[in-house]
Every structure is written in C-alpha cells, then in structure tokens.
C-alpha cells in the first residue's frame, strides 16, 4: 500500500462557514486536520443538484454539528464567520483589476484542462487504432496517396474525431447538435469589455460578437473548458477574525459532547441509534463505537423506558447506552476543560441479562 | 346502578397473597420508621422477593440508610448475591481469559477440557424502580452519591473475604436498576457511574 501524502499544513484558527445556520467546511485539508488533530469527524454533505446521493458518495462540504463548531471555537482552533455576509462585502469591494486578472487565471486553467483532456483523447486514439492493427500513420499516408479516396478518408477521421470529443460528455450528447455551437461561444482571447459586461449586466453578451477562430478549431483543440472554482478564498482574502461570529448555539447535550471530546472520543451523530451521539474509542473508520449517548439537562426528566429501551438497543449492538449531563452546583462555567471532570457526570447503562 | 353498588357490598373479604403479605408488611420494624414511604418500602420488598425467587440471589437486604453517611437514602435499596457473577469488565475478562489459556496449556496434554473461566460473584446494589416514574440526571447522582463501592458485608465472614478479592476490578460504582412494571415484570440493567466501555458480547 502506499503511503499517504503528506497532509497539507493547516494554519489555525481556521474558518467556519455559517450558511444557513449551518457550519460548513469546504477546505479537504481543514477537514482532514480536523479529524486527525481534533477528534471531529463531521459529516460530508456535497452532493450533485437533482441527483443526491446516499451518503457513502457524499463529498465536500463537511457539515459540522453546532457542538463542533463550539467545540473547535472553544479550543481555539477556528472561528465561524458568516459567509452569505462576508461574500456579499469582498465581492463588492474587488477592484476591476483583481476581477480580470482573476478571469484570466480561470481561463488558463481552462486550457489547462483543454490541453491534457485532448492528450489524452490522442492516447487514447492511437492506443485503439493499434489494437485494431491500424497505424495512424499509416491511415494518414493512405490519405495522403489516394487523391480520389481522400474525401471517404477524411469523413472516417472527422467520425472518430468527434465520438472521441463527445465522449466525455456521455452517448445522450453523442450526435447532437448542441456541443458544436457550444464549443464557438467561447472567444480565445480575453475581451475585457466583454467580460464587463458579463460581469455587471446579468442579460447574456450580445453586442460584442465574439471573434471564431479559423475551421480547424472547430475539432476538440478548439473546445474549451470552463472552470468553476470550488474554494472563494483564493479569489477573496481569508476573512479576518474580527468578523467572526459569536459562539455557535449549542443544545443542552453539549456538555456531555464536550466532556466526552476532552476524553478524546470521536463522535457521529446518534440519529441511527435513537440518541445524540454515537461515540466512538478512536476513528469511526477503525473502531466500533462505545456508547450510544444522550446528553440531559440536570433536572430533566425522563422516562425509565427511555433507559429501558436504549440500554437494550445498545447492547443488542455492542454499545452501552450513555446518560449524563453537566451539574450546574459544581464547579460553574469555567474555560478550561479541567471543570469538565468533576461538573459532567455520565452513566453508563446495559442489559443485565437476568 | 343500584344493584351493582349492593352487589359491590355484598363481596367477601378477599383474603391477602402471600406475596402482597410480604410486600406489605415489614418482618422487622425497621429503626428508620418513617423516612421511606410505604409505597417504596414494599417496592424494595417486591424486588427483593423477585431476586430472591426467581433468581436465585442469596444475602439480600433492604438498606434505609446511606453507609457513607448514615444519611437516609433516597429510597431504600436492595443489595444481594447473585448465583454468578453478574458483570466483568472487558478487560478483566482479557486476563481471565489469558489465566485460563495458561492453566489449559499448563494441564496434561492428554486431559480434555477446554477454558476454564471461574469468576466468582460479587455483592451488587439493586436499586429499585417502577416504569411509570421519572428520573433526573440529579437524583441518579445522589443515589451514586450515597453508595459505597461494595455493598456493606453481611454476618457471614465469607462474604467478607470475597469482598476482598473482588475490589482490583471495581474501580466504578455500579448499581442494577430493577424496574418493576404494574404486571410485575421486573427487567435488570447495569448502570455504572462514568464512562465504562461495553462488554464484548
């Protein structure tokens, strides 16, 4: 097996977005940090519009629960800044200059893309025709000759060309005569007025037609790219801590959330097994979890078949169900966890089996 | 309407079960008197005679008062023997097991016999409940509270000495909750104070 890379260092206090009211990572090496050096798995949530997946193919962002992002805020490792807000301000305030030599870049990597998918559509191509025991070369040469042959030739290749180039965009493009305008929309020079417009005015750019290259670009090197960048910090600047919001509401299970962290559990949330969390010894992709836990006011009441039922669902999967909650008289709210030990109780329940 | 009511007088006495006898009434007068109520004492009695009969727990008693502090508990709690051990911890059950393994491989070759896991049994807590009460987190903290590790030892010396033993694995108090439905189920659960990881059922 092969090493993994080396993870990408992570300078803290990082950044939490608040969408929505809900605490958003979108940074793959914050939320590999995260895991690794403070026990808070999150859950990832990034799916295709109109076409969700179960949550095995999920992919960035990470939401966090409300208990670890105060979690993390209280250890001092990141602070929540409201991103709706802070988008709305920097966007505003991004000069022209910045907005072109943006676009450029996204352009680039553009071609970028462009450049190394057509490669790999040649390799492809010539690893087929080889197969078949058709050199390309010698199809060419064989064009070359034939003077009468040399349209029937040509229409081969324009075919091949083109199940190559649309092959990426899956057999219901194939033939359809959408990609090729698609494909001549693009200028390949930046017009910047153009781009202005695009920018300032949400009706489509009409008036400057944009320039078409010659015939030839009309095969896959013509096709361009359009990049969306995934991440809005490299355009923007990382919003500074003074916008930061204040301490994330918590529900009154967080104590033991937070007194269960400082033992360095991992949690994930409890939805499966009817509680708050499900705790877990060590990473969730290596160990089972522990406890089934619910987090309780100091004098809330509950029921006894609440007990009853998850003591007997936790054993029936290998957990111990888990009560506790923070003791108002002891200790108080300090900042250092170390109240943690004597103010939060927690019990730990199982069948008896007698 | 009227006939049912005359019938109603009309009913005998129906004489008492043993067993609502025994729930009822205390064997001895307990020197508390007053600091349970009745409802809670028979309560304890109910789950003791359940342990004691259906079961098979030895040396039960009901406790009125904490041995801690001599304080009156929150309500009186049973404390027993059961017939095997009733909890071992995961990792007194890993050298339980090591120990085994070496006395099989320590035994002649030609000997059958598998594992031999021997545990004896410890004296537990059993606090008593009934289904239809709530609980907070703060009284469950001062039943704990008021609990000692072990059980206090009854006249019998052996017990004692079991006590003894029994102490290295039991760094958490634990307590059985009993609860007792209004058909007289009574269903056993282990609570400990803390976190205490599961058994490898």
Known sequence: MAPAPAPNPVTEPFTISCIAGRYLLFDVDIIAHCRRAHNICGVLVGTIPNLSQQNVFL???????????????????????????????????????????????????GEEVTREQHSQAERRKDRALKEKGLRRETMERQSEDSVADGTATDE??????????????????????????WVQIKAPKIDSSAIESILLEPTPASSPEPTVRSSTSKGVAGQKHFVTPTTSYPPLPTPSQDVALPLPAVPNSYPLFRYLHSKGYFHMPGLRFGCHYNVYPGDPLRYHSHFAATGLGWDH?????????????????????????????????????????????????????? | MTSILSQADMK?????????????????????????LPHEQSLARQILHNLQHQHYWTGLQVHTHSPLTDEPLPRPLVS??????????????VELLKKADRERKARAAGEAGGLDVRTEPEREWILPTRLNEKWTLRRLAGVFDALTMVPPATETPAAAAEEGLASPWRTTKRVLLATADTDSTVVYYIVHDGVVKPRQN
């Open chain 1, 59 to 109: 992919g960035i962002p990470l939401e966090l629960m409300p208990e670890e992002a105060r979690v993390l805020v209280e250890r001092g490792a990141a602070y929540v800044v409201d991103d709706a807000a802070v988008h709305q301000n920097r966007f505003m305030e991004m000069s022209r200059e910045e907005r072109l030599k943006f676009m450029e870049d996204m352009d680039r990597r």
């Open chain 2, 80 to 93: 027993g023997l059961p017939p095997q051990r009733l909890y071992v911890h995961p990792d007194e059950q």
């Open chain 2, 12 to 36: 005998q006495p129906i004489a008492r079960a043993p067993l609502q006898t025994f729930v009822a009434v205390p064997t001895a007068p307990s020197p508390s008197g007053g600091t349970h």
């Open chain 1, 156 to 181: 081969t290749l324009q075919a091949d060309d083109s199940s190559v180039a649309s092959s990426d965009l899956g057999f219901i493009m194939k033939g359809s005569s959408f990609s090729d305008p």
């Open chain 1, 301 to 354: 009441e509950f029921d006894l078949l609440d007990v009853v039922g998850g003591g007997r669902l936790g054993t029936g999967t290998k957990k111990a169900y888990m009560i506790g909650g923070e003791d108002p008289d002891v200790g108080g709210r300090g900042d250092d966890n170390s109240h943690d030990e004597e103010s939060v109780r927690a019990f730990s329940i199982e069948w008896a089996a007698i």
